[in-house]
C-alpha cells in the first residue's frame, strides 16, 4: 500500500498539501470578491445614512421619518456587517490553512532537494570508491611485485651472483619505493574509509 510522500503511514486523515491549496485557493478568491462586495455596500448604506441626514437637516423630512429610515438603513448595515464578520472569519481560518499548506510543500521541497543532493553525493562517492580501489589495487599488486623482486635480489645475494654495491643499490630502491607505496596505501584506506561511510547513509 502507498502513500503519500511525507506522510505517516497511519495517517488515514492525511491530505496532500497540493490538494489542501487547490480547494482552498478557489474559495479563497471566491470569498475575497464577496468581501469586497460587502465594504462597497457598507460604504453606499453609509452614504445613505449621510443623505437622510442632510434631508433632516433641510427640512425634506420629518424626524419621525429620519428615525424610522435611520433605524432601517441601521438594520440592513448592522446586517451586513454580521456578514463582513463571518467572511473575515472563514478567510482568516482558509489563511491559516493555506499558510499550513504552504509550509508543508516548502519542507517536502527541502526534504526532496536534501535527498537528491544526497543521492549525488552517494553517486559521486561510489565513481570515486570504484576509481580509488582500482589504484589501491594496482598498489598492492605493484607491493606485491617489489617483494618478489626483493626475494630474488635475497637469492642471488646468498649465492654471490650479485655484487654487494648492485645489491645495496637496488635494496635501498625497493625499501624507498615501499616506503612511498605505505604512504600511497595509507592516503587512499583513509579515503576509501571517508567514501563508504557516505555511501552507507
Excluded: C
Amino acid at each position: 500500500m502507498s502513500h503519500h510522500e511525507g506522510s505517516p503511514p497511519e495517517d488515514v486523515y492525511y491530505v496532500d498539501p497540493k490538494e489542501v491549496l487547490s480547494q482552498y485557493s478557489v474559495e479563497w478568491i471566491s470569498l475575497r470578491k464577496s468581501f469586497d462586495e460587502i465594504k462597497k455596500q457598507l460604504l453606499e448604506v453609509q452614504a445613505e445614512l449621510s443623505h437622510i441626514d442632510r434631508k433632516l437637516e433641510n427640512g425634506e423630512l420629518t424626524d419621525q421619518e429620519h428615525i424610522t429610515l435611520y433605524r432601517e438603513k441601521w438594520a440592513e448595515s448592522t446586517l451586513i456587517i454580521q456578514v463582513k464578520r463571518e467572511v473575515e472569519s472563514r478567510l482568516y481560518v482558509i489563511q491559516k490553512e493555506l499558510r499550513a499548506a504552504n509550509r508543508q510543500l516548502k519542507q517536502a521541497e527541502e526534504e526532496r532537494h536534501r535527498r537528491e543532493r544526497v543521492e549525488q553525493e552517494k553517486s559521486s562517492a561510489m565513481i570515486e570508491w570504484m576509481s580509488l580501489k582500482q589504484g589501491f589495487d594496482l598498489v598492492t599488486a605493484r607491493r606485491n611485485e617489489i617483494n618478489a623482486e626483493s626475494d630474488k635480489l635475497e637469492i642471488q645475494r646468498r649465492s654471490g651472483s650479485i655484487p654487494d654495491e648492485k645489491y645495496r643499490e637496488t635494496r635501498i630502491d625497493h625499501i624507498r619505493q615501499l616506503a612511498e607505496l605505505r604512504t600511497v596505501e595509507s592516503d587512499v584506506k583513509r579515503r576509501l574509509g571517508e567514501l563508504l561511510e557516505i555511501i552507507r547513509k
